[in-house]
Protein backbone atom coordinates (compact mmCIF):
# COMPACT_ATOMS: atom_id res chain seq x y z
CA UNK A 1 0.00 0.00 0.00
CA UNK A 2 2.89 2.22 0.12
CA UNK A 3 2.17 3.39 3.72
CA UNK A 4 5.56 3.00 4.88
CA UNK A 5 8.74 3.25 3.27
CA UNK A 6 12.01 0.93 4.08
CA UNK A 7 15.94 2.30 3.58
CA UNK A 8 19.17 0.90 4.11
CA UNK A 9 18.99 -2.56 1.24
CA UNK A 10 21.86 -2.65 -0.53
CA UNK A 11 24.68 -5.16 -2.17
CA UNK A 12 26.75 -6.77 0.13
CA UNK A 13 29.03 -9.98 0.22
CA UNK A 14 28.53 -12.87 2.41
CA UNK A 15 28.75 -12.29 6.12
CA UNK A 16 28.61 -8.53 5.97
CA UNK A 17 25.82 -6.71 8.02
CA UNK A 18 22.84 -4.37 6.74
CA UNK A 19 20.29 -2.56 9.16
CA UNK A 20 17.16 -2.01 7.07
CA UNK A 21 14.83 1.26 8.73
CA UNK A 22 10.94 1.41 8.19
CA UNK A 23 9.11 4.55 8.91
CA UNK A 24 5.67 6.24 7.54
CA UNK A 25 5.22 8.40 4.43
CA UNK A 26 2.06 9.63 5.49
CA UNK A 27 -0.93 9.40 7.75
CA UNK A 28 -0.52 6.64 10.04
CA UNK A 29 -2.93 5.52 13.29
CA UNK A 30 -0.44 3.81 16.18
CA UNK A 31 0.07 0.34 15.83
CA UNK A 32 0.96 -2.75 18.56
CA UNK A 33 3.52 -4.60 15.68
CA UNK A 34 6.05 -4.11 13.10
CA UNK A 35 7.32 -7.13 11.02
CA UNK A 36 9.24 -7.44 8.15
CA UNK A 37 8.65 -9.73 5.29
CA UNK A 38 10.93 -10.64 2.50
CA UNK A 39 10.28 -12.02 -1.17
CA UNK A 40 13.15 -13.36 -3.87
CA UNK A 41 12.80 -13.98 -7.27
CA UNK A 42 10.22 -16.77 -7.66
CA UNK A 43 9.26 -17.37 -4.32
CA UNK A 44 6.66 -16.58 -2.01
CA UNK A 45 6.85 -13.53 0.49
CA UNK A 46 7.89 -14.86 3.68
CA UNK A 47 7.93 -13.54 7.47
CA UNK A 48 11.30 -13.15 8.44
CA UNK A 49 11.05 -11.09 12.12
CA UNK A 50 8.70 -9.18 13.96
CA UNK A 51 8.36 -6.92 17.44
CA UNK A 52 4.87 -7.39 18.99
CA UNK A 53 3.91 -4.89 22.10
CA UNK A 54 7.25 -3.12 21.96
CA UNK A 55 8.55 -6.34 23.69
CA UNK A 56 8.32 -9.97 22.18
CA UNK A 57 10.42 -10.87 19.12
CA UNK A 58 9.84 -13.53 16.22
CA UNK A 59 12.00 -14.79 13.86
CA UNK A 60 11.67 -16.99 11.07
CA UNK A 61 14.26 -20.16 12.01
CA UNK A 62 16.17 -19.54 8.92
CA UNK A 63 17.58 -16.16 10.39
CA UNK A 64 17.26 -16.44 14.51
CA UNK A 65 20.48 -15.74 15.99
CA UNK A 66 21.47 -13.31 13.10
CA UNK A 67 18.89 -10.65 12.56
CA UNK A 68 17.31 -8.41 14.92
CA UNK A 69 14.08 -6.59 15.39
CA UNK A 70 13.59 -3.37 17.14
CA UNK A 71 10.16 -1.00 16.44
CA UNK A 72 8.23 2.10 17.90
CA UNK A 73 4.92 0.98 17.29
CA UNK A 74 3.55 4.34 18.56
CA UNK A 75 5.61 6.21 15.73
CA UNK A 76 5.02 3.40 13.07
CA UNK A 77 8.91 3.18 12.95
CA UNK A 78 11.56 0.15 13.00
CA UNK A 79 14.23 -1.26 12.27
CA UNK A 80 16.16 -4.93 11.24
CA UNK A 81 19.44 -5.44 12.03
CA UNK A 82 20.82 -7.92 9.78
CA UNK A 83 24.21 -9.96 10.17
CA UNK A 84 26.28 -12.32 8.73
CA UNK A 85 24.44 -12.33 5.88
CA UNK A 86 23.94 -15.10 3.25
CA UNK A 87 23.20 -15.29 -0.26
CA UNK A 88 19.88 -17.45 0.59
CA UNK A 89 18.67 -14.11 2.26
CA UNK A 90 18.44 -12.41 -0.82
CA UNK A 91 15.16 -10.47 -1.30
CA UNK A 92 13.05 -7.55 -1.52
CA UNK A 93 12.80 -6.80 1.87
CA UNK A 94 9.05 -5.33 3.10
CA UNK A 95 8.14 -3.59 6.23
CA UNK A 96 4.51 -3.69 7.56
CA UNK A 97 2.68 -2.61 10.39
CA UNK A 98 -0.58 -3.59 12.36
CA UNK A 99 -2.01 -4.65 15.69
CA UNK A 100 -2.13 -8.43 14.88
CA UNK A 101 -3.25 -10.50 17.94
CA UNK A 102 -0.12 -12.85 19.20
CA UNK A 103 -0.75 -15.77 17.44
CA UNK A 104 -1.38 -14.08 14.14
CA UNK A 105 2.17 -12.27 14.14
CA UNK A 106 3.61 -14.01 11.02
CA UNK A 107 0.25 -13.42 9.00
CA UNK A 108 0.63 -10.68 6.26
CA UNK A 109 -2.76 -10.59 5.94
CA UNK A 110 -3.21 -8.96 9.45
CA UNK A 111 -1.15 -5.92 8.78
CA UNK A 112 -2.58 -2.48 7.78
CA UNK A 113 0.17 -1.09 6.50
CA UNK A 114 3.24 -1.36 4.28
CA UNK A 115 6.16 -0.52 2.85
CA UNK A 116 6.73 -0.83 -0.96
CA UNK A 117 10.48 -3.11 -0.58
CA UNK A 118 13.95 -2.34 -0.34
CA UNK A 119 16.19 -4.78 -2.20
CA UNK A 120 18.98 -6.78 0.05
CA UNK A 121 21.62 -8.44 -1.92
CA UNK A 122 24.26 -10.92 -0.98
CA UNK A 123 27.24 -12.28 -3.17
CA UNK A 124 28.96 -15.19 -2.10
Known amino acids: QGQLQESGGGLVQAGDSLRLSCAPIGTTDSTNTMAWFRQAPGKEREFVAAIWRAGRTFYADSVKGRFFVSGDNVKNTGSLQMDVLEPEDTAVYYC??????????????????WGQGTQVTVSS
Open 96 to 113: AAGRPILSAVRNPDVYIY
